[in-house]
């Protein structure tokens, strides 16, 4: 999205003042009390306007797609007309706003232009598998293919036979809930890439090792991955309607 087509769709941001941000001032003139349902619906559209300044935009669609359920909940528990037809106006501005980005992502995508690239510093914490597949793995997807050079040496684990013996169990387990998992094992794959069969693709320039390993099995990121620190690395993700099997 060029600069000047992101101005013609910028108008939810207008209101934005200097010292208060504009989700806020939306609650205030609409006469809502910070209550739990208005301040979680605050918290989470301040963070799509950032999210959305930032040219963020899938981000920012989860985020004011969210922040719109959550609005309509407050909608549905105000009694007064007058904050009620406020609150309607806004919750439509938001809605305009997601629509347009929705359909410039879904353009990107039909054009194969879609790329956007996360960068993972040194120690950093809060980029787990799930942080950063969550959003791609739509109901509709049923397959997803790995490719890693580096998922069973010894630096990821306890040796090869070992890791050989670990994915053997994970497949058995998979498989008692209706998951299939095929291995295939090659001596000369370089390239590190994953693919979700309803068009995206996420290249880690570390593969799926790019966690640092846990001091000790008591430490916070020894289960809870989004604690644990991890290695600088950049993560490329695109979307091709056309995506084929590894």
């Given at each position: 999205m060029s600069r000047d087509h992101y101005a013609e769709v910028k108008q939810i941001h207008l209101w934005q003042g200097l010292s208060r941000s504009p989700v806020s001032r939306i609650m205030a003139k609409s006469g809502l009390g910070l209550d739990a349902g208005s301040s979680a619906a605050v918290t989470v559209l301040k963070r799509a306007v950032e999210?959305?300044?930032?040219?963020?935009?899938?981000?920012?669609?989860?985020?004011?797609?969210?922040?719109?359920?959550?609005?309509?909940?407050v909608?549905?528990?105000?009694?007064?007309?007058?904050?009620?037809?406020?609150?309607?106006?806004?919750?439509?501005?938001?809605?305009?706003?997601?629509?347009?980005?929705?359909?410039?992502?879904d353009q990107e995508k039909e054009?194969?232009?879609?790329?956007?690239?996360?960068?993972?510093?040194?120690?950093?914490?809060?980029?787990?598998y799930e942080s950063l597949f969550q959003e791609y793995l739509s109901d509709t997807v049923t397959e997803v293919w790995i490719e890693d050079p580096y998922i069973r040496y010894i630096h990821q684990g306890d040796g090869k036979e070992r890791q050989i013996s670990g994915l053997k169990e994970i497949k058995e387990s998979l498989r008692s809930h209706g998951?299939?998992?095929?291995?295939?094992?090659?001596?000369?794959?370089?390239?590190?890439?994953?693919?979700?069969?309803?068009?995206?693709?996420?290249?880690?320039?570390?593969?799926?090792?790019?966690?640092?390993?846990?001091?000790?099995r008591f430490s916070?990121?020894?289960?809870?991955?989004?604690?644990?620190?991890?290695?600088?690395?950049?993560?490329?993700i695109f979307h091709n309607k056309h995506t084929k099997k590894i």
């Open positions: 999210l959305d300044s930032e040219f963020r935009y899938q981000s920012a669609l989860v985020c004011y797609q969210e922040g719109i359920d959550l609005l309509l909940q909608l549905k528990g105000t009694k007064d007309d007058t904050k009620k037809d406020n609150l309607r106006k806004k919750i439509s501005g938001y809605m305009d706003r997601a629509e347009n980005i929705k359909k410039y992502l054009d194969g232009k879609y790329h956007k690239q996360i960068k993972i510093d040194e120690n950093a914490i809060g980029f787990s998951v299939l998992l095929e291995l295939e094992y090659s001596s000369s794959i370089h390239d590190r890439e994953i693919r979700f069969n309803n068009g995206w693709i996420i290249k880690i320039g570390r593969g799926l090792d790019y966690f640092k390993k846990p001091q000790n916070l990121g020894y289960c809870d991955f989004d604690l644990r620190p991890c290695h600088e690395t950049t993560v490329d």
